[in-house]
């Protein structure tokens, strides 16, 4: 699934009055102009797909799983999710340095 960022760029390449902005949660889902209407639809939509692919996920396993987001605009999205995420910015760093350390005996 595309991210919020691509979807973004996406639309204001291809729509050409659509300005550019930044990727940060609305304070509301319902927009009030074009600008917020962008950012939910970007930052909303995106916690959406990640909400439903856990409740498929969670209901063709049985039992309720904790998602783990790393990197990118997670940050941002993370918060607007419904399912239970925990957010690890330097998750792949750990894993790499986890890996040295073994390697390294």
């Given at each position: 699934m595309a991210g919020a960022g691509v979807s973004i760029e996406s639309l204001?390449?291809?729509?050409s009055q659509l300005p550019r902005i930044s990727l940060e949660a609305p304070t509301r889902v319902i927009g009030a102009n074009t600008?917020?209407?962008m950012q939910s639809g970007a930052v909303f939509g995106v916690a959406s797909m990640i909400d439903g692919m856990?409740?498929?996920?969670?209901?063709?396993?049985?039992?309720?799983t904790t998602v783990i987001m790393t990197?990118?605009?997670g940050r941002e999205i993370a918060p607007?999710?419904?399912c239970k995420i925990i957010y690890d910015d330097n998750?792949?760093?750990t894993g790499l340095?986890?890996?040295y350390k073994k390697n390294k005996k």
């Open positions: 204001v390449t291809r729509a600008v917020e209407s856990c409740d498929r996920i969670e209901a063709e396993l049985g039992y309720d990197g990118g605009l607007n999710c419904r998750l792949l760093l340095h986890m890996i």
